[in-house]
């Protein structure tokens, strides 16, 4: 998806809602459209360097969060991530690294998301519940931390 229909597509949800597109918020879509997975506040801070205050990041990063726009992780160590919501990115996967804390996106072949479907079918089946999609984080050790 090019950045320009990525932005149309979040300006129309974020608008919807009754939230501005602000030029902020346009760098942190860009930052995480570049990023290889989720990012933490403070990793998209980084990034975006004095561009934003942080304070400003964290409204910006809880707005669109409310909006669908973006999808939140609470992952290890209790860091929140952000990336851009599946429905603009595709369904995929995460691995966690609970030493350093990056998350790489990954996708399974179409015959391990068939078989994770069915598993996550048969498990919500067997508590009375309708299950309507999944996630699946892998937590353990990255290449370099291991």
């Known amino acids: 998806m090019t950045t320009g229909h990525l932005e149309h597509q979040i ?3 974020l608008a919807a809602g009754g939230v501005r597109f602000t030029d902020g918020r346009r760098r942190v879509v860009a930052a995480l ?3 290889d997975g989720p990012r933490s ?12 205050p942080l304070s400003s990041l964290y409204r910006s990063l809880s707005v669109m969060a409310d909006a669908g726009a973006l999808a939140h992780h609470h ?11 599946e429905w ?11 030493d350093c804390g990056t998350v790489d996106d990954i996708e399974l072949s179409e015959d ?4 994770l479907q069915n598993v996550v079918k048969r ?6 519940f309708a299950a309507d999609g999944h996630t699946l984080e892998i937590d353990g050790l990255c290449t370099d931390c291991q």
């Open 75 to 85: 992952g290890s160590k209790g860091v929140t991530r952000y990336e851009l919501a």
């Open 123 to 128: 498990v919500a089946k067997s508590a009375g």
């Open 11 to 13: 300006r129309s949800r």
């Open 88 to 98: 603009l990115t595709g369904h995929h996967h995460h691995l966690v690294c609970v």
């Open 33 to 35: 459209a570049e990023a």
């Open 112 to 115: 391990l998301e068939t078989t």
């Open 41 to 52: 506040a403070a990793e998209l801070h980084a990034a975006l360097g004095t561009s934003i």
